[in-house]
Nanobody
Framework: QLQLVESGGGSVQPGGSLRLSCAAS????????ITWFRQAPGKEREGILC????????YYVDSVKGRFTISRDNAKNTVYLQMNSLKPEDTGIYYC?????????????????WGQGTQVTVSS
């Protein structure tokens, strides 16, 4: 069974950068699309960016376009979320999740496997 573990979160000042990792074990990521979700304080969790099995990217929110990118390293069985020009509104818990359906939507019901989340705090 696929297991996902996020890492790389932390506290950063506005304008800073972080790179989150989503490391998989128990199975290969080759068969899955991976989406990064974010849950801001007091808000519902939302999908922000998906990486397909073939390496393509799909953005689910406009606010991160031009600042966040997603990539995968199949040899390391890991997907990364590079976050640049961070803003206070990017604060939240970031989760990665896997689906065999592809990057069609960010409906949580489509995702079979979830990580435990990593906290990102953007504050001066």
């Amino acid at each position: 069974q696929l297991q996902l573990v996020e890492s790389g979160g932390g506290s950063v000042q506005p304008g800073g950068s972080l790179r989150l990792s989503c490391a998989a074990s128990g199975s290969t990521l080759d068969w899955y699309a991976i989406t990064w979700f974010r849950q801001a304080p007091g808000k519902e969790r939302e999908g922000i960016l998906c990486n397909s099995r073939h390496g393509g990217s799909t953005y689910y929110v406009d606010s991160v376009k031009g600042r966040f990118t997603i990539s995968r390293d199949n040899a390391k069985n890991t997907v990364y979320l590079q976050m640049n020009s961070l803003k206070p509104e990017d604060t939240g818990i970031y989760y990665c999740a896997a689906t065999g359906r592809g990057c069609y939507d960010d409906d949580e019901r489509s995702y079979d496997y979830w990580g435990q989340g990593t906290q990102v705090t953007v504050s001066s």
